[in-house]
Nanobody, 116 residues
Framework: VQLVESGGGLVQPGGSLTLSCVAS????????MAWVRQAPGKGLERVSR????????QYADSVKGRFTISRDNAKNTLYLQMNNLTVEDTAVYYC??????????RGQGTQVTVSS
């Protein structure tokens, strides 16, 4: 399984970013997917997850109403639209399959830094 994230960067508080993740080596339309993040000095935190066909989504309380997860199974691609970013959103963001509860099957990550 290969998962490649992109779209991270430096953004000011209140700004927006859209992350993408292209998957290969997996039957993408049969697996649930998730975005997880790790802030400096902290553990892995699940941000959001989506079922295989995209019919159900879940969000951490800290991002609810600001982030939107979506997927395009025809393109084997997972997205995370992030709006109204805060400094607390600064982290490395990983896309992961939801196959394992510890999200061990994940990409290399993309850095998101929110700073003025």
């Amino acid at each position: 399984v290969q998962l490649v994230e992109s779209g991270g960067g430096l953004v000011q508080p209140g700004g927006s970013l859209t992350l993408s993740c292209v998957a290969s080596g997996v039957e993408f339309d049969l697996v649930g997917m998730a975005w997880v993040r790790q802030a400096p000095g902290k553990g892995l935190e699940r941000v959001s997850r989506i079922t295989a066909r995209g019919s159900t989504t879940q969000y951490a309380d800290s991002v609810k109403g600001r982030f939107t997860i979506s997927r395009d199974n025809a393109k084997n691609t997972l997205y995370l639209q992030m709006n109204n970013l805060t400094v607390e959103d600064t982290a490395v963001y990983y896309c992961a399959t939801a196959t394992y509860s510890d999200y061990r099957q994940r990409g290399q990550g993309t850095q998101v830094t929110v700073s003025s």
